[in-house]
């Protein structure tokens, strides 16, 4: 079993920054893949940013590609969303969701999920 806790949403202004964490409990966190997922109001849920195990593989969706990073710290059992240049368009709750295994751009795979972070970017 694995429970992440997602951290450091808020409200920030057009081209403002923020950082997401996520800390995960289990002693086998640096075994597990890791994702960020988003969803807005009305939207389905969507993949922001996805990294394999040991961060030898990393996804982005176009839309955030160049301004939005995905990190793991395995020895602190925590992935970070490094968030830049936001727009009003990434205002969403934001998730982390982990799986055993190989890393994966698809919610249907991730076992484990946070409860969220509510991120909101005024124009």
């Known amino acids: 079993q694995v429970q992440l806790v997602e951290s450091g949403g808020g409200l920030v202004q057009a081209g403002g920054s923020l950082r997401l964490s996520c800390a995960a409990s289990?002693?086998?966190?640096?075994?597990?893949?890791l994702g960020w997922f988003r969803q807005a109001p009305g939207k389905e849920r969507e993949v922001v940013a996805a990294?394999?195990?040991?961060?030898?593989?990393?996804y982005y969706a176009d839309s955030v590609k160049g301004r939005f990073t995905i990190s793991r710290d395995n020895a602190k059992n925590t992935v970070y969303l490094r968030m830049n240049s936001l727009k009003p368009e990434d205002t969403a709750v934001y998730y982390c969701?982990?799986?055993?295994?190989?890393?994966?751009?698809?919610?249907?795979?991730?076992?484990?999920w946070g409860q969220g972070t509510q991120v909101t970017v005024s124009s």
């Open positions: 990294i394999n195990w040991i961060g030898g593989w990393i």
């Open positions: 289990g002693r086998t966190f640096n075994s597990y893949s």
């Open positions: 969701a982990a799986r055993y295994g190989g890393g994966t751009r698809n919610s249907y795979e991730y076992d484990y």
